[in-house]
């Protein structure tokens, strides 16, 4: 039986490492030439969510761990950042410090709960354990409820840069996102992350081989909620913005999506993913309830027809590994 | 009227029958999810979607076909059924083979699909539907206000997770599906059609969400929204009951409910998340759920 | 295709330019909910309302080009903001317009003071906006929770509601509605005797009426509109609220929202509005206009109203400094313009971005009185001008203490 393993498992061949840097630098080139071209807020939404797809993708391609909801750390990491600035006046460095770190304490706190459970089950637990936080989104005085947190400053980064610019601001963005891709992809790489990959293939086997599994996956799942969390943080800089929409069940549901479109289990896939996404809901803006639909199918192509995503079918039929 | 812990009898019984109302729409649905799950082994996410058509179809047939609510009753579900019916066999058939989870995405999709089409088409604010004219009005109990209608879905929700229980665990039909989700295999080669039957079951379980639809309309007002925002309650409450047992999932949603009714009365700002610290409490001490297997 | 259009945008501009060295070009926004629960009292509506401006305005007479974008901020603060920003920087966007849902305008008057563009309010309602959130950029058209509050508040404390209980949006609008109104009824020797938040856009108010209802409150206030209001004072009939003798306050009511309960349901309710169809011939005429192009046997409401009038003395102001590009400086010109037009007639804007008109105490009549469609209002009292709004001392506004 097909498992999501074997959709996201790519020919992962030591020689073939030319083509992640290859795939780096492109990257890297676009982002540098690309805000004299594009609009800069759009590749800087684009970014966030592009590391919030990396965050997820490390516990759904790498781990095989489904989590509904994910907007959990993303959307609240925003909140707590958001204040951090607003209220109490924080350097930008420190309020995104700040929201990382709440990204990593509801992680915790969520896996603890969630990871009794397997597969669907597990699902179920991560959305359920959203969708409570959303509803306490909505009412606690802290987060503004409908209204937000609002106009949040940007600040001062370590005192010199004026994140009120707007190139400067996205260098920051650029610098951090790179550098989380970057620590993702060690991760991945490293005898940690191979432990990860095994339970992936057969949780049986690694159990039988000594590993404690449920310990590593709990620290796989914190892993990606800080990072998700750093995403959210970065998100209520750059809009000056923390609201209800980003701790909302569709917001989980998007992370998914980026996730396969771009290709699961692949480095760049969930950066494609986000890119592609983004931009197709900007497009289709002005028709607004459209948005929903489209997404929707996609989802229903993907799983059908084209579990591998992008990079995924790229990967696969380069043979590279991506 | 007399006074229970500080409370008004009439709040108190009140919220009661309020929370027992939206037990039975937590019952109804949850045995809707538990009978497809138990066929099919796939989360139907589709279910919140399935019951927001199932009060639009009501809505429909009366805005233009002038069709009231008792035979919008009997229509809309199997219209409903009949929708699932098209996709078990378009989508879920093809991903059978699959890691359940895709089911989960795949339906997860289908849900958002549904949900836009009908806010495209209907905004995202409710539309009306009036209660039927013979279930008007209420009662004045003396200890509180029964409205007519509220008492009707209570007793016919209890009505439909009685039968359902019953044809399921009690008649031959049910003891066959049953054993096709044990052994379908050893099923089939009794002579059983079991990929019928498996259509069929998940027909079924969607026309429970279309009739839970329909009796929802009068009382939630139709809007695009109203299956996402219940079928995320209807997940945890089946968490805490456990995916096994048809009498599980029936129970469950009716307690829960009056918990959260409960809930309202003494504690109203934590009402809407105690069914989640709920599972949350029972998933470390019993993961199984109460009423399951362990998985 | 936003690319492409302000390319084209630009192309014309500069092309217009070598043509016609005077001609301005200004782009006007039209932001609101165009799918839910506030989707009458402003959505479409709106739009058509700001074209009719313009074409009554006659931009060549002036040497202007005048075009109009409209976008769906679905009640939520980060679409709408991140619309705005988009329309400011990339879609040469001048002046936005409507905003309904007050947690939305208030993101959104953030934006354009940042980008010094000009953000006319007609659809929110909070009287921060004029108030410690004001800011050289907003001018707050048509109405406001204070004036609603001193309104229908005030009216129905004198006729005997002194204990109130409160349903509440929770969100900006329905808290300042409550506060503006909490402090009318105390102010009156009145009691508040509760209140309790409801989500936006919620279907099922039943456990909230129950609330109210236990309450023994004689007047629940509905602090929210739209929606809403219709499914609360619905269901309160199901829930036997007024057979037992408390009163709905319909804080905020619009005309489209009376159509929509019917006026068997709602007919007495009290409510406070800025302008009515039915009120003379001017409105009149202008409604029959603007039906001809909503069609749906709607009736205008008086945020849509507000647009228009709005767009009209916009545009008057950029035609007397001949450029749109200053934000600041159009809407100091707006102030310096005493307005007039044939929805509000005669009035002004103060300094701290407040309209100012007369505002109308309504009944809503019983069904045997309505002669026909849209026939719902008996003018109860006006109330001039100066007493209508908040006073500028009270507002809190920094531009005012300066």
Same mark, same amino acid.
């Given at each position: ?322 | ?295 | ?20 060295? $005077?001609?301005?070009? !200004?782009? =006007? ?5 165009? @799918?839910? /629960? ?5 959505? *479409? ?68 003071? $940042?980008?010094?563009? !000009?953000? =006319? ?5 909070? @009287?921060? /906006? ?5 800011? *050289? ?135 406070t509005e800025t302008w009515y169809w039915d009120m003379n011939d001017a409105n009149r005429a202008w409604t029959k206009r603007w039906q001809a192009e909503r069609q749906g046997g709607k009736f205008p409401s008086m945020v849509v109203a507000g647009v228009y009038s709005a767009t009209l003395h916009y545009l008057k102001a950029v035609a007397a400094l001949k450029s749109a590009a200053d934000g600041k ?74």
């Amino acid at each position: 039986m097909a498992t999501l393993a074997n959709a996201a498992a790519a020919p992962a061949r030591r020689e073939t490492e030319w083509s992640l840097a290859v795939a780096g630098a492109t990257l890297l080139i676009f982002l540098i030439a690309a805000p004299f071209v594009l609009y800069p807020v759009f590749i800087m939404k684009a970014l966030c969510f592009a590391l919030f797809a990396c965050a997820f993708n490390l516990l759904i391609g790498y781990v095989g761990l489904v989590s509904f909801g994910h907007a959990l750390y993303f959307g609240w990491a925003g909140y707590l950042a958001a204040h951090a600035a607003k209220v109490w006046g924080m350097p930008p460095e420190l309020a995104v410090l700040i929201g990382t770190i709440t990204g990593m304490g509801l992680g915790l706190i969520a896996g603890v709960v969630a990871i009794r459970r397997q597969g669907i089950y597990f699902a179920m637990i991560t959305l359920a354990l959203a969708q409570m936080m959303y509803l306490v989104a909505l009412r606690v005085k802290l987060t503004g409820g409908e209204d937000g947190i609002q106009g949040v400053p940007r600040g001062r980064l370590f005192g010199v840069f004026d994140l009120s610019d707007q190139m400067t601001m996205y260098a920051f963005v650029v610098v951090v996102a790179l550098a989380a891709f970057f620590l993702i992809y060690r991760i991945i790489n490293s005898p940690f992350g191979e432990v990860l990959k095994a339970v992936r293939e057969n949780e049986q086997r690694a159990v039988s081989l000594g590993y404690k599994t449920d310990d590593y996956k709990l620290v796989a799942f914190v892993l990606s909620a800080t990072l998700a969390g750093l995403a959210g943080s970065l998100k209520a800089l750059v809009f000056q913005l923390a609201s209800l929409t980003d701790v909302h069940w569709t917001m989980s549901g998007e992370v998914v999506l980026m996730t396969l479109v771009g290709g699961l289990g692949t480095i760049f896939g969930p950066i494609v993913g986000a890119f592609l996404i983004v931009a197709m809901e900007n497009y289709l803006a002005p028709f607004g309830q459209w948005v929903l639909v489209i997404q929707g199918a996609v989802f229903v192509i993907c799983v059908l027809a084209f579990r591998r995503g992008i990079v995924g079918e790229l990967a696969a039929r380069l043979r590279v590994q991506l | 009227m007399f006074e229970i812990f500080g409370i008004p009898s009439q709040a108190l019984f009140g919220q009661l029958l309020l929370g027992l109302i939206n037990g039975s729409f937590y019952a109804l649905l949850s045995l809707g999810l538990a009978v497809i799950f138990g066929m099919l082994n796939i989360i139907n996410f589709t279910h919140g979607a399935q019951y927001m058509m199932g009060a639009f179809a009501a809505f429909l047939l009366l805005r233009y076909a002038g069709i009231g609510y008792w035979p919008a009753l009997v229509i809309v579900p199997i219209v409903v059924g009949v929708t699932g019916v098209v996709i078990e066999r378009l989508f879920l058939k093809r991903i059978q083979k699959l890691d359940h989870l895709y089911g989960l995405i795949l339906t997860f999709g289908l849900a958002l699909i549904i949900e836009g089409l009908f806010r495209n088409s209907y905004g995202s604010s409710g539309q009306p539907y009036g209660v039927p004219e013979s279930l008007q009005g209420g009662r004045n109990l003396g200890f509180m206000f029964l409205p007519n209608y509220r008492a009707w879905v209570i007793a016919f929700s209890l009505a439909v997770c009685f039968v359902t229980w019953f044809a399921i665990e009690r008649t031959r039909l049910g003891s066959y599906l049953r054993a096709a989700t044990e052994n379908p295999a050893l099923v089939r080669a009794f002579g059983i059609n079991v990929p019928r039957m498996v259509t069929l079951t998940y027909g079924f379980g969607v026309g429970l969400a279309g009739l839970a639809g329909v009796m929802a309309a009068p009382i939630y007002n139709v809007s695009p929204q109203m299956g996402s925002d219940i079928i995320i309650v209807v997940f945890a409450v089946v968490v805490i009951g456990g995916m096994g047992s048809i009498m599980g999932a029936i129970i469950t949603g009716f307690a829960l409910g009056i918990v959260e009714g409960l809930t309202k009365v003494f504690f109203p700002e934590a009402s809407n998340t105690v069914i989640f610290v709920i599972m949350i409490i029972v998933l470390l001490i019993r993961p199984a759920g109460l009423f399951g297997r362990s998985a | 295709m936003r690319l492409a259009a302000s390319l084209a945008f630009a192309a014309a501009a500069v092309f217009g330019t070598a043509a016609q060295a $005077e001609d301005i070009n !200004v782009r =006007l926004g039209v932001l609101n909910d165009m @799918s839910s /629960l506030y989707a009458d009292i402003s959505g *479409p509506g709106s739009v058509i309302a700001a074209k009719m401006a313009v074409e009554d305005f006659n931009p060549a007479a002036h040497g202007m080009k005048v075009e109009i974008v409209s976008a769906d901020h679905q009640n939520k603060p980060d679409v709408g903001s991140n619309i705005a920003r988009q329309w400011f920087d990339v879609d040469h966007v001048d002046a936005i317009l409507d905003v309904p849902t007050s947690s939305v305008a208030l993101a959104v008057s953030e934006v354009a003071r $940042e980008k010094n563009k !000009v953000f =006319l309010i007609s659809g929110a309602a909070s @009287s921060d /906006l004029t108030g410690p959130k004001c800011t *050289p950029n907003n001018v707050h058209w048509t109405y406001d929770t204070w004036m609603l509050a001193h309104g229908t508040g005030g009216a129905l404390v004198k006729t005997g509601g002194d204990t109130w209980f409160f349903l509440t949006a929770d969100y900006a609008f329905g808290h300042a509605l409550e506060r503006d109104t909490t402090s009318v009824v105390q102010a009156a020797g009145g009691k508040i005797l509760g209140a309790v938040d409801h989500p936006l856009n919620t279907q099922d108010f039943s456990s909230f009426l129950l609330q109210a209802q236990a309450s023994k409150a004689k007047i629940i206030g509905l602090a929210n509109a739209g929606g809403d209001t219709i499914n609360a004072i619905k269901q309160g009939a199901e829930f036997g609220i007024t057979a037992g003798g408390q009163q709905f306050a319909g804080l905020l009511v619009f005309v489209t929202d009376v159509n929509a309960l019917g006026l068997k349901t709602a007919q007495g309710l009290v409510l406070t509005e800025t302008w009515y169809w039915d009120m003379n011939d001017a409105n009149r005429a202008w409604t029959k206009r603007w039906q001809a192009e909503r069609q749906g046997g709607k009736f205008p409401s008086m945020v849509v109203a507000g647009v228009y009038s709005a767009t009209l003395h916009y545009l008057k102001a950029v035609a007397a400094l001949k450029s749109a590009a200053d934000g600041k400086a159009v809407v100091n010109q707006m102030k310096a313009m005493p307005t007039d037009d044939p929805l509000f007639g005669k009035g002004y804007i103060r300094t701290d971005g407040r309209k100012i008109h007369p505002a109308y105490l309504f009944q809503v009549k019983k069904p045997e009185e309505s002669k026909y469609p849209g026939d719902d209002y008996i003018l109860r009292a006006t109330i001039p001008a100066e007493e209508a709004f908040r006073p500028m001392k009270d507002d809190n506004c920094p531009m005012v203490t300066n």
